[in-house]
């Protein structure tokens, strides 16, 4: 069981970078395959970036790709996402999530969120 806590939110400009953590207690964090997801206000929570339990493998949404990286520090339980040339469609509050799955594909297959960070891009 992990349980993750996002970090690094807060309020920028257009064309600012930002990147969000997730520290994940637990001894078991390189068990998990974990994601970052995001919802606008009025909007459905919507995928971002995966990353595999080794990060060997990763997938990005369209909607950011090029622009967002995420990558995992094992020894660390931690879980990164950098944004760069951050839009004002990119303000949500962005979550973390943790998959026992090999390969999670919908939200429903992430079995722990953390609470969330907020992320607020100004023009």
């Known amino acids: 069981q992990v349980q993750p806590v996002e970090s690094g939110g807060g309020l920028v400009q257009a064309g600012d970078s930002l990147r969000l953590s997730c520290a994940a207690s637990?001894?078991?964090?390189?068990?998990?395959?974990m994601g970052w997801f995001r919802q606008a206000p009025g909007k459905e929570r919507e995928f971002v970036a995966r990353i595999s339990r080794s990060g060997g493998t990763t997938r990005v949404a369209d909607s950011v790709k090029g622009r967002v990286t995420i990558s995992r520090d094992n020894a660390k339980n931690t879980v990164y996402l950098q944004m760069n040339s951050l839009k004002p469609e990119d303000t949500a509050v962005y979550y973390c999530?943790?998959?026992?799955?090999?390969?999670?594909?919908?939200?429903?297959?992430?079995?722990?969120w953390g609470q969330g960070t907020q992320v607020t891009v100004s023009s």
């Open positions: 637990g001894r078991t964090f390189s068990n998990y395959a």
């Open positions: 999530a943790a998959s026992s799955r090999g390969v999670p594909g919908a939200t429903r297959d992430y079995d722990y």
